[in-house]
């Protein structure tokens, strides 16, 4: 699994070249690092399952989130390449868009946040799935969380 990220809030004309370019490198070419490697390790087996986490960045820029949503759209779409190349191999590529504040183990019960427990389920649900259904790709979010 990565999910690796820059919460970096600047307009696009105070984004410094250093900043964006960290944002990406970070974001998504970490992920290509991470995703390439696991593949390696993965396809002598013929099977294995490589999920990448995204955010609601992944699929909708917005004001001010320029070096947060470039690297989730790249890791999106490298998601999408790995899927399709090593899916006949054997190996399920999914991307999951959390799309809501996580909350913390332990604290009260909250309905405007995901519950870290819930989203371990999902990923696992992912993990577990036959290869003749496999997902690509789902959003998480909370039931009150605006979409």
């Not at 593949?39 to 955010?55: H, N, Y």
């Not at 989203?119 to 959003?139: F, G, M, N, P, V």
């Amino acid at each position: 699994m990565f999910n690796v990220g820059t919460w970096d809030r600047a307009g696009i004309l105070e984004i410094s070249d250093e900043l964006f370019m960290q944002a990406w490198r970070t974001g998504c070419f970490g992920g290509f690092l991470v995703g390439r490697a696991a593949a390696e390790a993965m396809l002598p087996r013929g099977r294995g399952a490589i999920i990448f986490t995204g955010a609601t960045g992944s699929i909708r820029g917005g004001t001010g989130f320029a070096a947060f949503a470039v690297p989730k759209f790249g890791l999106r779409a490298l998601a999408q390449s790995m899927a399709r190349e090593l899916g006949p191999k054997g190996i399920h590529v999914a991307h999951v868009i959390i799309d809501g504040m996580i909350g913390q183990e332990g604290e009260p019960p909250r309905e405007d946040v995901l519950k870290p427990a819930e989203i371990a389920e999902a990923y696992y649900q992912l993990y577990r799935q036959k290869r003749s259904a496999w997902t690509h790709e789902i959003d998480l979010r909370p039931a009150v969380e605006k979409f």
